[in-house]
């Protein structure tokens, strides 16, 4: 099963969209559930992908990088609001992730899948 999650994450994810889709009648706050909880397994996937390439244990680097989306979005949000939403912040925030992470895992994919080949 780890071999799928982190090779085909994109097939999951879309698992996950289809039942959501067929639980909820809007299909737009069904897509935003998909993403919000794909984040997780978009975030394993980049951290055992880049594990393997690097050969060390840099999940807490990718963490620690993915943690500062949030100070940073609360910055931009300040300067551009005047006003700190948390609940905003925190839903941005985690959007944001999902579309880093997307393609940094086809990024880190192609490169795994790439040096594989020269082995």
Not at 31 to 52: I, P, R
Not at 87 to 106: D, E, I, N, S
């Amino acid at each position: 099963m780890l071999v799928y999650i982190v090779s085909f994450p994109l097939i999951l994810w879309f698992m996950v969209y289809m039942i959501l889709r067929k639980i909820m009648p809007k299909s737009i706050n069904a897509f935003k559930l998909a993403c919000d909880t794909g984040v997780v397994l978009w975030f394993y996937a980049c951290g055992v992908l880049l594990e393997a390439i690097v050969g060390t244990e840099v999940f807490l680097l990718l963490l620690a990088a993915c943690c500062a989306i949030f100070p940073i979005h609360a910055i931009w949000q300040r300067i551009r609001y005047e006003e700190v939403l948390f609940r905003k912040m925190f839903v941005h925030g985690w959007r944001l992730l999902f579309l880093l992470l997307v393609p940094t895992h086809a990024v880190l994919f192609a490169i795994g899948v790439a040096r594989e080949m020269i082995r």
